[in-house]
């Protein structure tokens, strides 16, 4: 049998890319700001005001007017809480004021409590140099009123809900949760619970993307194993219409009982790609009346590896998310690495002293590596490596959520 | 005033995780695999098989026996797919397989299709040196019947669920989720979605907290904004008698408004730290009538560093999990620091070319800051950096589930 080339992981990342921008999932609901957790801004999030709205105080201690401070002690002719609105700041006394509170009119700088001394008669000596604005958080510093604080595309999470908080925001305009169908091929497969005949194993791909998909937002329909018959498989795949996408496991490739692949090379599009990529070589990307489906491999690791780097960022992107890509560090390895491969390898990992260690069963049929790991290291085609040398670690956070 | 002596994060870091082991959060409950995500494993998961069940092709070609590999052609007397329980290898022949089906009893190796020539009269022809055992994942490889492959307090995310899985388990003991009550303190706080009035701001660590919790997968009870009001206070507080730990947001230290914290005071045990952090300098640590609480400072941008770096870890251990440190990662400094601080500073960062570059305004009231960063960047006290030197930076991924 002829080998056909293989493709890098760059250009199928790309290619995956390009085809979830010309079907971005653009239905744009409202939802509170409490359920909004996990979505995407569907419209840029703008300032209604001044953030803050206006100058407060930074810390506790006395607010002054600069040209007042000649050495002599000043009387406190108001104190100022926080959540309180002050009266002008008379002229040649300070204002005991509290972190948070505003700055009354007339004050230039406060002065931290630490640095001042209270008098017996009440008033409060200052005997360090002031500057001008010290202690005072300028109104509209963090942002102004009509300043686009948040971009379209931009994934929410604690510190993008909390400012949407902060702007008195109690709803926002999130992407409709993206449909997935998730379905499962492979005749030996059986779903967990059920007894386990001869030649079978349990289903675990459904189980891992199903709260994988959840965890990135999703909607998920649960297709099931597909059956082996031609005619039970269309009729699944007709209810899955809806979907934004169907992802499915398991091999769509050369297999004699390919039952599934059969059908979807009968109904239309279908690219079989050869990644060079380990584990996963081999991902299929076609559609089925319509219907985007992404098809990962059957091993478990391999299906996370695949779904981590190029399906997750895919469905990301159809939300019109920008940032896809997982960060990822250079990090001394802990291990040599002496069999260069034609493909890219991605490595179950742990940081351990500063260095990548690697688990001892990198076979893609086994997922206790990837409990195990806390990160994947990627081992550059036709590469050697010393223990000491630099490699690429990403996180596993960095794709889980 | 007199100043009490810094604390360094580590210390408190350390103190906090004692007093979550003695309060462990034990209570157990059973939850479909489905419904487990984000949960924490209660007993240990063991093995209730052998994984794989039984020696099957990693590949798809041909089983045979080694000794019967003379050069001549084989005839291949069955064909296993997956799913399929083979018939011992009859003498002198192969079998045509499939990936992740049984080897068939007698067989010794598998030899990739690509490898072999398939002749007219339907026999096959190998040509390349066979070793024993190639291509065959081994009965147990990935685990055996009765090893423990989960311990006691492991979060459960798509990998682990998937092992679970595989093992053809429906259900995992996990501890139950934390009942934690989420407080704010501040007069001049106000919910969004109210009007704003004169020295008045919006409440942005409920939702900032909130959304946290729930990822961290809490129960939250919302105990809103405190009342300036030493009755009412008390009363909100008796209603939270259930919680497993009180989190609140804004100052319980020096202000002379804080109804809260005075009735801490009078109520029981209250340590208030001067952490050596920057933001988030006061942590008050305490407990009222016997339920913990942890006050966090009210900035939000504070409360977010000190509830990532102490509270979470708290929050965690107390549900057994042994892994509460957050990964980091040495990087080159994309910036110069010239102020060494007494405090350990933590900077909103990005990695832009591998380097930590940092937001433009660092200000604990600020909280776009948090929005714009991928990590923190930690300085360590009293140093100076020089663009290039190498820093410990935090993905804020590692924090956020």
């Known amino acids: 049998m002829k080998k056909s080339a293989l493709i890098a992981v760059e250009a199928a990342f790309e290619c995956l890319l390009q085809l979830a921008e010309k079907e971005p999932i653009g239905d744009v609901e409202r939802v509170a700001l409490d359920d909004a957790e996990g979505r995407v801004l569907a419209e840029p999030l703008i300032a209604s005001l001044d953030l803050p709205p206006w100058p407060n105080s930074a810390m506790d201690g006395y607010a002054l007017r600069l040209v007042d401070w000649i050495g002599e002690p000043l009387a406190v002719s108001q104190t100022i809480f926080a959540g309180q609105a002050p009266e002008p700041l008379q002229s040649g006394t300070c204002a005991r004021i509290f972190t948070g509170a505003p700055v009354p009119k007339g004050a230039d700088c406060v002065e931290l409590q630490e640095n001042t001394e209270l008098l017996e008669d009440g008033r409060v000596r200052f005997s360090q140099a002031l500057r001008p604005r010290q202690n005072i958080r300028e109104q509209g510093q963090e942002t102004r009123c009509g300043e686009t604080v ?26 409709r949760r ?16 059920q007894p386990l005949g001869p030649g079978q194993i349990y289903n675990s791909n459904r189980t891992l993307l199903l709260s994988w998909l959840k965890r990135l937002g999703c909607s998920v329909l649960d297709a099931g194993i597909l059956p082996d018959d031609p005619q039970l498989t269309r009729a699944r795949l007709e209810e899955l219409a809806e979907a934004d996408l169907i992802l499915s496991t398991g091999g769509v490739s050369v297999g004699e009982a390919d039952c599934f692949g059969q059908i979807l090379r009968e109904e239309g599009e279908l690219a079989l790609w050869k990644l060079a990529i380990k584990p996963g070589k081999p991902l299929t990307v076609g559609r089925y009346r319509g219907v985007p489906i992404i098809a990962l491999p059957g091993n478990p690791a391999s299906s996370l590896v695949t779904f981590a780097l190029l399906a997750r960022p895919y469905l990301l992107r159809r939300l019109g998310v920008r940032a896809v890509m997982p960060l990822a560090f250079q990090v001394p390895a802990g291990f ?25 069963n990198q076979s893609p049929g086994v997922l206790l590596s990837a409990t195990w790991a806390d990160g994947l290291v990627e081992v550059i085609e036709d590469t050697t490596l010393a223990e000491g ?5 990403i996180p596993l956070s960095e794709v889980l959520g």
């Open 150 to 175: 948040l971009v379209v595309g931009t994934r929410l999470g604690p510190a993008q809900l909390g400012l949407a908080a902060s702007l008195g925001i109690v709803e926002l305009p999130v992407r």
């Open 178 to 193: 993206p449909r997935v169908a998730l379905l499962s091929t492979g005749d030996e497969l059986v779903r967990p619970g």
């Open 336 to 360: 040599a690495w002496s069999k260069p491969g034609k493909r890219r390898e991605y490595l179950w990992a742990r940081l351990e002293n500063g260095r990548a260690v690697l688990y001892s």
């Open 389 to 393: 040398d630099s490699v690429r670690f």
